[in-house]
């Protein structure tokens, strides 16, 4: 059966004494501490002559309880006694709160934090094209090594099973498109120019846009989270033990899946997205969907397609870049993974607005407008 703490109060001539008997441990001080708190009496001693064993927590209580009512403590044994100074230490030289530095170091310090790791971060990306490119010459000089397996594999991932949610989506943003630009363009009596707005901004720029964006959030990701959980359990330093290129056998398949379906997907899009628009144009224009159909390759210009052609490689080569990349920067623990996972999605994202901007002033200098 447990034993636990107790106190009592003697008083003899005058002098009120608290005697404390009992384990002062920390499996027995529970109901004691708050007790103790309770006494407003004026205290002149306390007797723990009785406390035994005692342990830092009880030391704490009695030497706290000590400090608020000014009692002195008697009866301490040796361990006591030890235990007593090491609090009264802590209590004279341990701060409450941390030093708390001003708001303008504070920030500064922690841009140039990520002003280095930025720098860090773009050397570091140059190293791992610096290794594809390396990896790509090796399958060149020994094409025997490439494996054409996992090329079908990443695309079937990558391509196929991607095709319902990238057509869903298509779809809808054909519809919204139409839908948006007819009632604009209703205002000014022009609402068959809405051919002509579905046609060029899904070829040109949202179907492969859209596309690019949907592939970092689904493959992009799928790469930094396996290659990632492959990197954390070590699969990828027992690659190397046995002679395997981890570059060869995992990363150049994802880019080569990723560049070469992009282009279909991204024309698949636009497809799917002008089926959209052409079917409001249905509903709410009277335009037949075949006229609309038809009135698409009259007024939309081949430049249309290739700028879009020319820009989804680039996009896919950046998604699956990231997402290798980020991948093969695991190390530590498991949320590393969802760490570098995320940053892949983010990076491959932003880098493919980024280009597309640049795309855009680009063809609009050669005259591709």
Not at 114 to 131: Q, R, T
Request: aromatic content about 8%; charged content about 15%; proline content about 4%.
């Amino acid at each position: 059966m447990r034993e636990w703490a107790q106190y009592s109060i003697e008083e003899a001539g005058g002098r009120a004494t608290v005697v404390i008997t009992g384990p002062m441990v920390v499996s027995s001080v529970g109901h004691l501490d708050p007790e103790l708190r309770e006494i407003t009496d004026s205290i002149q001693t306390i007797d723990i002559s009785g406390a035994s064993p005692i342990d830092t927590v009880g030391a704490w209580i009695i030497f706290r309880f000590s400090q608020r009512t000014g009692a002195d403590i008697v009866g301490a044994s040796e361990q006591a006694e030890v235990l007593l100074e090491a609090v009264e230490d802590c209590e004279s030289e341990a701060q409450i709160a941390p030093p708390r530095r001003r708001s303008a170091k504070q920030v500064s310090e922690h841009v140039g934090e990520k002003v280095v790791e930025f720098f860090h971060g773009v050397l570091a990306a140059i190293g791992f094209l610096g290794g594809v490119l390396m990896a790509c010459g090796s399958l060149l000089v020994h094409p025997r090594r490439f494996r054409l397996k996992a090329l079908v594999r990443q695309m079937e991932l990558v391509g196929v099973t991607s095709l319902p949610i990238i057509g869903l989506m298509s779809f809808l943003i054909g519809i919204v498109i139409a839908q948006q630009g007819a009632v604009q363009l209703q205002q000014f009596g022009a609402e068959t120019l809405t051919v002509n707005l579905v046609g060029r901004i899904t070829l040109r720029e949202l179907g492969v846009l859209m596309t690019a964006i949907m592939v970092a959030g689904r493959s992009g990701s799928a790469f930094a989270a396996q290659i990632g959980t492959m990197k954390l359990t070590e699969e990828i330093d027992a690659m190397r033990t046995i002679g395997v290129s981890p570059m060869e056998a995992l990363v150049i398949p994802r880019i080569m899946a990723a560049v070469l379906m992009m282009p279909l997907l991204g024309f698949f899009a636009s497809l799917v997205a002008i089926v959209g628009g052409a079917v409001i144009g249905d509903v709410m224009l009277g335009i037949p969907f075949l006229t609309f159909l038809a009135r698409i390759q009259e007024v939309v210009p081949i430049t249309d397609f290739w700028v879009g052609m020319v820009k989804a490689p680039v996009f896919g080569l950046i998604v699956a870049m990231a997402g290798c990349y980020q991948g093969m920067q695991v190390k530590g623990n498991a949320e590393e993974v969802g760490l570098r996972t995320t940053a892949a999605v983010v990076q491959a994202i932003f880098m493919v607005i980024v280009l597309d901007a640049f795309f855009a002033v680009f063809f609009e200098r050669i005259g591709w407008i």
